[in-house]
T-cell receptor, first 118, second 114 residues
Framework: NAGVTQTPKFRILKIGQSMTLQCTQDMNHNYMYWYRQDPGMGLKLIYYSVGAGITDKGEVPNGYNVSRSTTEDFPLRLELAAPSQTSVYFC?????????????????FGAGSRLTVL | KQEVTQIPAALSVPEGENLVLNCSFTDSAIYNLQWFRQDPGKGLTSLLLIQSSQREQTSGRLNASLDKSSGRSTLYIAASQPGDSATYLCAVNLEGGGSEKLVFGKGTKLTVNP
């Protein structure tokens, strides 16, 4: 069981280039998320999805796009990369644990993708 | 705007010591609170989740408490071990029903010395 797999692990981009960070999960989770973590900071939510065909903006969506054509995959697209997008990107997925009184999503994170924009 | 603060930013203790990590949040209208562990170069691992209606959760040597009215949570680690060395992150969930809009603190970097 691979869990949440992110590729690539490392990437260097030049300003203005574009790229896609891939994320796939094999746990049949409905919910998927993209976070970024800047040095010495907590994670911030970029985009999330509650199911195939449904996406929504998080706290810091500018400069990014996502799609969710399948349950398994949730790619994050960077258009016109900028130095401010230098960060570590984490993909996560979750399911609704109905064992909790009001339900609770238990998140599984990928190992992260470190992106540098020069 | 919800803000999450973790104190201290770093902590170094000898093996076997009991320790407490602190987390505070500015808006008590949260759905739940989670504690995560982050190892260098790796993703986050969920440790404990406390619903807003609960006071504490326990898992092995870990105990997390929640005082929603005062905007505080603590993570207690008993009999610390070198393998506990990691960064511990606290996150509050602003919404329920399936969309986890988590607001994270900056974390506490814990080092347990043999």
């Amino acid at each position: 069981n691979a869990g949440v797999t992110q590729t690539p692990k490392f990437r260097i981009l030049k300003i203005g280039q574009s790229m896609t960070l891939q994320c796939t999960q094999d746990m049949n989770h409905n919910y998927m998320y993209w976070y970024r973590q800047d040095p010495g900071m907590g994670l911030k939510l970029i985009y999330y999805s509650v199911g195939a065909g449904i996406t929504d903006k998080g706290e810091v969506p500018n400069g990014y796009n996502v799609s969710r054509s399948t349950t398994e995959d949730f790619p994050l697209r960077l258009e016109l990369a900028a130095p401010s997008q230098t960060s570590v990107y984490f993909c996560a997925s979750s399911y609704l644990d109905r064992g909790w009184t009001s339900g609770a999503n238990v998140l599984t994170f990928g190992a992260g993708s470190r992106l540098t924009v020069l | 705007k919800q803000e999450v603060t973790q104190i201290p930013a770093a902590l170094s203790v000898p093996e076997g010591e009991n320790l407490v990590l602190n987390c505070s949040f500015t808006d008590s209208a949260i759905y739940n609170l989670q504690w995560f562990r982050q190892d260098p170069g790796k993703g986050l691992t969920s440790l404990l989740l406390i619903q807003s209606s609960q006071r504490e959760q326990t898992s092995g040597r870990l105990n997390a408490s929640l005082d929603k009215s005062s905007g505080r949570s603590t993570l207690y680690i008993a009999a610390s071990q070198p393998g506990d060395s990691a960064t511990y992150l606290c996150a509050v969930n602003l919404e329920g029903g399936g969309s986890e809009k988590l607001v994270f603190g900056k974390g506490t970097k814990l080092t347990v010395n043999p």
